[in-house]
């Protein structure tokens, strides 16, 4: 292995692998070229590991070595078809999904406004319910008058709750 004090990198044990390859040195070269793949490995570029196992596999003398390096490549395509698999997955996913619509838009607009009817309606029948409440300053309406205005507001109120559950499905 070359020395552990340099700089780890892929590139530099690609550079350590071709001096090898020059200096006839098969062994260190394709030691050198697997750990370049394993850089290559950790930092998720599976294409460039691939290509550098390949090179230490082709330069490669001994059997464990060469075992060895097959075992990492097969690893990898297996961890490539996988990916490769997910994004397929996701790309059909996002075909066949369809655009949120402008009904979708509305159906939202409308849960809303019958949400905030309600609650308007239900306190103005709270409102009109109580007649201490208004201290009979609205007009001259009697007791019985507020009473039966109370009712229809909260009726109405129970209508449009009723509306909004039943839209929220």
Same mark, same amino acid.
């Given at each position: 292995?070359?020395?552990? $004090?340099?700089?780890?990198?892929? %590139? *530099?044990? +690609? &550079?350590?692998?071709? #001096?090898?390859?020059?200096? @006839?040195? /098969?062994?260190?070269?394709?030691? $050198?070229?697997?750990?370049?793949? %394993? *850089?290559? +490995? &950790?930092?998720?570029? #599976?294409?460039?590991?691939? @290509?550098? /196992?390949?090179?230490?596999?082709?330069?490669?003398?001994?059997?464990? %070595?060469?075992?060895?390096?097959?075992?990492?490549?097969?690893?990898?395509?297996?961890?490539?078809?996988?990916?490769?698999?997910?994004?397929?997955?996701?790309?059909?996913?996002?075909?066949?999904?369809?655009?949120?619509?402008?009904?979708?838009?509305?159906?939202?607009?409308?849960?809303?406004?019958?949400?905030?009817?309600?609650?308007?309606?239900?306190?103005?029948?709270?409102?009109?319910?109580?007649?201490?409440?208004?201290?009979?300053?609205?007009?001259?309406?009697?007791?019985?008058?507020?009473?039966?205005?109370?009712?229809?507001?909260?009726?109405?109120?129970?209508?449009?709750?009723?509306?909004?559950?039943?839209?929220?499905?």
């Amino acid at each position: 292995m070359v020395e552990e $004090s340099h700089k780890k990198d892929a %590139d *530099y044990f +690609e &550079k350590y692998a071709r #001096i090898y390859l020059r200096e @006839k040195n /098969y062994g260190k070269a394709a030691k $050198s070229y697997e750990s370049a793949g %394993d *850089y290559w +490995e &950790k930092k998720g570029e #599976i294409r460039n590991a691939i @290509k550098d /196992y390949e090179d230490a596999l082709r330069h490669a003398l001994e059997r464990e %070595d060469q075992d060895r390096i097959k075992g990492k490549m097969e690893e990898l395509h297996f961890e490539r078809g996988k990916i490769l698999s997910r994004l397929g997955q996701i790309k059909h996913d996002i075909e066949n999904k369809k655009p949120r619509s402008r009904s979708h838009h509305n159906l939202l607009e409308d849960k809303l406004f019958i949400f905030i009817s309600s609650i308007t309606i239900l306190s103005f029948a709270l409102f009109f319910s109580l007649f201490s409440l208004t201290g009979n300053a609205i007009g001259m309406l009697t007791k019985n008058d507020f009473k039966w205005i109370g009712v229809c507001f909260f009726l109405c109120g129970l209508v449009f709750a009723f509306f909004y559950l039943k839209r929220r499905k």
